[in-house]
């Protein structure tokens, strides 16, 4: 086993200090061997001109002179050429060559070659070589140092790919894994994430049974009562008798639920969902709500069904107890006579379930709140769970919960559930985290699961990705994205653009986001675990 810091500098550090030392030696060969050939061809082509115009000179033969002069100069790697005696210039091509006589100094972009003739003390044979072009076979070197580039990057390239196979992909696939990891800092991370993961399941525990008993003692009253009004009358008709073995098999369902989640305390609760017609689980509901109210003077409860071949997702014994539910929020809300109606439509693609009354209303703070946990209005004694419980369910079935009040017109609670008719929800989803080791894993769980991700990492890329998908693609995105970039920040902006399934993949307790109540609040597990 090998410390993380060691595994770094042997796989790591050392071949970059190789790679990046074989550059400099293979550049700096080259460099030397082209200034080597440079010089000595020009020295050599040097000598023999100046031979050449020596020869001239002591023949007073000025035609071969500037014929050797001209033979030197071609005007791109050879600038100027010139005979000069002293300071001044005899012959000069072209003409303002003849400063580098008078200057014999250093040019900027000039080399300058200053021989003296043989035989001839006095004079003196000069060309200037133009530096840039001198320097132009370097755009070779140039070339072998892209193609050394090139190696690196693919040095590089596979060198994540090791760190990404040795280090990060065991990190994402051992942390949960009872066997142990090769890389030390890896191992005493894995041990750490046990006892943390031990820690969450107790106190999710502990949480549970706690909501469990306020959800039970809220739920069972509707059931009851129901009950206890259709035994009033020793003669019961076949209507009552459906109506009561309808309320006795919720009341069962309820203690069920209740039993399985005693006897299996570290157990997540499982929503047993289904692809069910919602139109005759409403109607049993609101039978029982009619005959429960039959003795109330002026109060009208109603079923408008315009789409009886309704079906969606959902577990029906929750959908159930949710439009139970809203439906004495809506007696409750009347003073007097007045009415409720429950419409059942379909559009688009959606499953439209609206609970609406003529009662009170709801101003409009309050309205704002409603829908989180422990929020309830105009009810003594009420716990604030009916509207949190069914705003949770209704997105886990992928759907979502609005509510509409106006003081003194009334309230409308509108169920929006995805039809049975598209792909069953879950099948796609949009993850934006910053997080390379959450990618992983929620990559991996989407391909077991046969599912399709979109992962992004900065808002940018998100923006991009989820333009082009369905509004009620599920999207999950983290709360901390680095700098000044919050989550439920874009979470908002794409509610007011429409999409109805957004979730927070954040650690985050749910109640830190409440004042966005159609926003879900989820764990970094991908859906698919």
Known sequence: MITLKDWTKKNVQRPLARLLLLSVCCGAAYLGHISYNRYSEQYDRIGRVRDS???????????????????????????????????????????????????????????????????????????AFSILSLL???????????????????SFARMRERFRAEVLLPLSEGLANTEALSVAELEDLRQKNLDRMRLVSEQASAAALLQLSAQVAHDIRSP???????????????????????????????????????????????????????????????????????????????????????????????LQRIVSNLLNNSVEALAGAGSVAVRLAAEDGRVLLTVADDGKGIPPEVLARLG?????????????????????????????????SSPGKGTAVTIDLPAAAKPAPGLRAVLLDDDQLVHMNWRMAAKAAGAELTSCRTPEEFASAVAALPRDIPVFIDSELGGAVRGEDLAVNLHDNGYTDISLATGHAPEKFSHLPWLKVTGKEPPWA
């Not at 989180?372 to 009420?382: Q, V």
């Open 136 to 154: 132009k076979p370097l755009a070779l070197l140039v070339l072998a140092a892209g193609l050394l580039m090139a190696v690196a990057l693919y």
């Open 224 to 318: 009851l009562a129901a009950l206890g009004a259709a035994a009033r009358g020793l003669a019961l008709s076949p209507d009552q008798r459906t109506l009561i073995d309808g309320a006795v098999g919720r009341m069962q369902g309820i203690a069920d639920d209740l039993l399985h989640r005693y006897r299996a305390p570290g157990a997540e609760p499982k929503s047993r969902v289904e692809t069910c017609a919602l139109a005759p689980l409403v109607e049993q509901v609101v039978a029982e709500k009619r005959l429960l109210h039959k003795d109330r003077t002026g109060l009208k409860i109603d079923f408008l069904n315009s789409s009886a071949a309704a079906k969606a997702a959902l577990d029906p014994k929750e």
């Open 372 to 404: 989180r946990k422990g929020e309830t209005h105009g009810k003594a004694g009420g716990t604030g769970l009916g509207l949190y419980h069914a705003r949770t369910s209704v997105e886990s079935w992928g759907g979502g919960l609005r509510i509409e």
């Open 53 to 127: 115009i020596s020869l001239g000179v002591q023949q007073s033969n000025r035609p071969l002179i500037e014929a050797a002069m001209m033979s030197v100069l071609d005007g791109e790697t050879v600038v100027g050429v010139a005979l000069c005696s002293g300071r001044s210039a005899l012959i000069a091509y072209p003409p303002e060559s003849s400063a580098y006589c008078s200057s014999p100094g250093r040019w900027a972009f000039s080399w300058v070659f200053r021989k003296q003739l043989v035989g001839l003390q006095n004079y003196e044979f000069l060309a």
